[in-house]
Each structure stands twice: as C-alpha cells, then as structure tokens.
C-alpha cells in the first residue's frame, strides 16, 4: 500500500522568512513524487516533480529515500505563494494512479 | 485547447436525486479520473480510466458509477444523491508515458441536502 502523510494542516509564515512543508511517504518500491497546489478559486496544478530536479517558483523538494520523505521548501515566501499545497506519489512502472497527502494550507502574512 | 473542462461549476441536490457530473478533455489523454476533496481529507481517488472502455475503482467509489464510451469523455453519476456526497469534485486526466502530470478541471461543488 501506498500513503502520504503531510503532518500539517496550517502553515503560516511572514513575507521573507523560510518556508518547508513537509511530505513523508509509504511505498515498497520506487516512487515518483510531485507537489501540487491550488491557489484561491482556482484548479488544481503540478508545481514541481522530483524527477525533473526543478526549481519553480523558487520552491524545491528533494526526495530522501532515507528518511521517505519529500519536503517542499522556498528560502523567502511571498504573499502570492499563500495556497493549498498537496504532496503526491505515483508507483512505478505505467501506474497512472496518484495518491494524495492531506494538504497544507500555507498563509503567507505580509 | 480547452484543456480539461467540466460541467455544472455548482449544483444542489436533495437526497435521493440522482445526477451527472460531466468531463471532458481535447488533448486525447489516455487516462482520466475522478477525486472528491473534502476539508482535512484532501484528495481521494472515486474511480478511474486507463482507456476508453475500461474503468476501475479508486479508494472510494461507493455511490458512483462512471463509464469511458471515448477517450474525451468520463463522466461521473451519482445513482441515489446523500448528504455524505456533498464536496468539490474534480476530474483529471493524464497523457500516457509523458511525465504522468495529472491535467485538473476547474471543479464541481456539490451540495447534497
């Protein structure tokens, strides 16, 4: 079985200060991770996977298969990074299927 | 492209009333799926397609019935409408062997009551 676990519900930080949400995962094999987000009103998009080593944003997530985890971190928020942010991890192989973590509401205080 | 769309943007039910919640997408993605989100819930799986005729169960499909007749269409039917069904649904869909990004509809808000 696979699992997400994202042990925040709320996050809240001041405009510049460092931001990290957290994602742990439970899979057997070799997963693929992905962050998504979905600002206020609007559908929900990829924000960065961690096969593509990408920085968007300026948000990065390492994959530590050590620790099964995949934490999204940005060293200067901003008020428009306020969003609900959702860690996702797909099985390997041709599996479509995504399992999703709870969700972290990150607010971005001026 | 118009991506993936879906359609009612918001609908009020009564308990018992049955209803379809449509998807479609024009950038002929083989798989298609089906989430609720719910507050402290996040996203869970209902049920999903890896190809036109072929439709599987997610982790909560109880309540819901879908079917794939093309590969642009999935829509979802709520056979007997009940309170535990209010939520946002969403529908998605994903090319095949590019990356598995998951391409998400605007959302469906739905109020049984």
């Known amino acids: 079985a696979q699992r997400v676990t994202q042990p925040e519900k709320l996050l809240s930080v001041f405009k510049g200060a460092p931001v990290e949400l957290k994602c742990n995962y439970s899979?057997?094999?070799?997963?693929?991770l992905f962050w998504y987000v979905q600002y206020s009103r609007q559908r929900l998009q990829l924000l960065l996977r961690?096969?593509s080593r990408e920085s968007i944003k300026g948000f990065t997530a390492d994959l530590n298969k050590g620790e099964t985890s995949f934490h999204l971190k940005k060293p200067f928020a901003q008020e428009e990074d306020s969003a609900m942010y959702y860690c996702?991890?797909?099985?390997?192989?041709?599996?479509?299927?995504?399992?999703f973590g709870k969700g972290t509401l990150l607010t971005v205080n001026p | 492209n118009a991506g993936v769309t879906q359609t009612p943007k918001f609908q009020v039910l009564k308990t018992g009333q049955s209803m379809t919640l449509q998807c479609a997408q024009d950038?002929?993605?083989?798989?298609m799926s089906w989430y609720r989100q719910d507050p402290g819930m996040g996203l869970r799986l209902i049920h999903y397609?890896?190809?036109?005729?072929?439709?599987d169960q997610g982790e909560v499909p109880n309540g819901y019935n879908v079917s794939r007749s093309t590969t642009e269409d999935f829509p979802l039917r709520l056979l007997s409408a009940a309170p535990s069904q209010t939520s946002v649904y969403f529908c998605?869909?994903?090319?095949?062997?590019?990356?598995?990004?998951?391409?998400f509809g605007p959302g469906t808000r739905l109020t049984v009551t």
């Open positions: 998605a869909s994903t090319p095949a062997g590019v990356g598995y990004e998951q391409y």
């Open positions: 899979y057997s094999g070799s997963p693929e």
């Open positions: 961690h096969i």
């Open positions: 996702a991890l797909r099985g390997g192989g041709s599996n479509y299927k995504l399992t």
């Open positions: 950038m002929n993605h083989e798989y």
């Open positions: 397609s890896v190809g036109a005729g072929i439709t």
